[in-house]
């Protein structure tokens, strides 16, 4: 069966990075746009970064843009979130996403797009 395990988690000071990695299993990797989401504390999930099945086009949402990257290696099965210059709003549970789209020049950004979901991995940020 798919399986999508988010790894990296874990607790940083404000200014400071961390890179989660989502290594997937039970489906074909490269046939998959790859999304990150986020839930804080008392919020709604909410979009994070997107990125196609070629990796050739991303989105991410305005609060992370210019401080979050989203890479992909389709021979590791694996997609990966580079956080720099994280914020105490950053805190949440980040979850990874799969998304059947074989058009390479466009990503998604609703929730409902995305076909699989791993189980999340706790991210928080201390001032």
């Known amino acids: 069966q798919v399986q999508l395990v988010e790894s990296g988690g874990g607790t940083v000071q404000a200014g400071g990075s961390l890179r989660l990695a989502c290594a997937a299993s039970?489906?074909?990797?490269?046939?998959?746009?790859m999304g990150w989401f986020r839930q804080a504390p008392g919020k709604e999930r909410e979009f994070v970064a997107a990125?196609?099945?070629?990796?050739?086009?991303?989105s991410y949402a305005n609060s992370v843009k210019g401080r979050f990257t989203i890479s992909r290696d389709n021979v590791k099965n694996t997609v990966y979130l580079q956080m720099d210059r994280l914020k105490p709003e950053d805190t949440g549970v980040y979850y990874c996403?799969?998304?059947?789209?074989?058009?390479?020049?466009?990503?998604?950004?609703?929730?409902?797009?995305?076909?699989?979901w791993g189980q999340g991995t706790q991210v928080t940020v201390s001032s």
């Open positions: 996403a799969a998304d059947r789209l074989l058009i390479a020049t466009i990503v998604r950004t609703r929730q409902t797009n995305y076909d699989y």
């Open positions: 039970g489906l074909t990797f490269s046939s998959y746009a």
């Open positions: 990125i196609s099945w070629s990796g050739g086009s991303t």
